[in-house]
């Protein structure tokens, strides 16, 4: 018997196991933190393919992952995944979505079970959404996040390895992470394509780190400035990726103002008059709610810890503060 037909014979063997098993799987729904809920999966292997793992050729054993209905805090996760991308999903090595963190665990817990077929790795290629996509517009909301979920993740995580090597400096993104033929960012769920310029920054003055940025319509960059305090290293990392979840999400909403035809207003004088206009309340919206969520926080407590912290930069006087929250409730609550 050759060698192909030999692993044809015992993948044939494994998947007979597998129709009769189900996975319970533990995973984090987002990489930032948010809760973990058991998932039940099935599993159907479909073939052997070659890809390059650490520079080397190697043979791995192709899946298909079946997420099925399991409790209410899962069904919900996977329901806005299922609303999104659809009930079927290929995925791409290098594009895994919002199956990421599901895609990481399942894939080591079958990999272990292989083993005992004498089998190689394994990699998915697919995942079949079995749990009933949302339709009630009260969710939305929801769904819209769900988009953007993958895209501030990767957002994050680029700049987080750069922050975490070089403190200082001036940076291109993506193209100083994967070279000049990837000059700008490319997602699926947002039509314009976009470039990250990166100012990193150390100050002694400043108590922990601080963020901020910018989003140039004309040249479709968005700058984000880091100045960070020299002494703590990086026991400033969970601060840092909570700012940046609030900043990113806060300008990837004015991408989307932008792509949707917004009028643009020239920036008024006064802080109050510009914290109050519409585009710039529902993009302090989407970020507050967005850090809210990550942290499990109160959002007008966040809102107000946010105004308190930054005064410097919004030069608004505690009862305009209060207008302004006010505003952003109003429209938090026309949004739900």
């Not at 089998?119 to 009630?136: F, G, Q, R, W």
């Not at 004015?254 to 008024?268: I, L, M």
């Not at 919004?314 to 929250?325: F, Q, R, Y």
């Amino acid at each position: 018997m050759s060698h192909n037909e030999d692993l044809i014979k015992t993948l044939r063997s494994a998947n007979k196991y597998l129709q009769n098993h189900t996975f319970e799987v533990y995973y984090l729904f987002d990489s930032e933190g948010e809760p973990i809920a058991p998932t039940n999966v099935k599993i159907k292997l479909t073939g052997v393919k070659t890809f390059i793992s650490m520079g080397d050729s190697k043979p791995f054993v192709t899946y298909t992952a079946y997420i099925l209905p399991s409790n209410e805090k899962s069904d919900k996760f996977n329901s806005i995944l299922s609303a999104h991308f659809g009930r079927e999903v290929e995925i791409k090595t290098f594009d895994h979505k919002a199956y990421g963190n599901f895609s990481w665990v399942m894939t080591k817990k079958l990999s272990e079970l292989l083993k005992y077929f004498s089998l190689p790795e394994a990699i998915l290629t697919k995942v079949i959404n079995e749990v009933e996509p949302m339709k009630s517009n009260v969710n939305e909301g929801l769904i819209v996040e769900a988009k953007y979920d993958n895209v501030v993740r990767t957002l994050i995580k680029d700049i987080i390895s750069f922050y975490k090597h070089q403190r200082e400096g001036e940076f291109s993104l993506p193209e100083d992470i994967r070279g000049e033929e990837h000059m700008t960012y490319t997602f699926p769920e947002i039509k314009n394509e976009f470039s990250i310029e990166l100012n990193l920054a150390l100050d002694e003055d400043v108590e922990t780190v601080d963020v901020d940025a910018a989003y140039y319509r004309e040249e479709d960059v968005i700058e984000v400035t880091i100045v960070s305090n020299p002494d703590l290293g990086y026991q400033n990392l969970q601060e840092l990726i909570g700012e940046l979840n609030e900043t990113i999400r806060h300008e990837l909403e004015h991408v989307s103002q932008h792509e949707k035809g917004y009028k643009f207003p020239k920036e008024p004088k006064g802080p109050l008059k510009y914290y109050t206009q519409k585009h710039e309340l529902e993009a302090q919206l989407a970020g507050f709610k967005r850090r809210a969520r990550k942290e499990n926080r109160d959002l007008e407590e966040l809102m107000r810890g946010w105004f308190r912290r930054n005064q410097s930069k919004h030069g608004l006087k505690p009862k305009e503060v209060d207008i302004v929250i006010n505003k952003l409730l109003e429209l938090d609550g026309k949004l739900r």
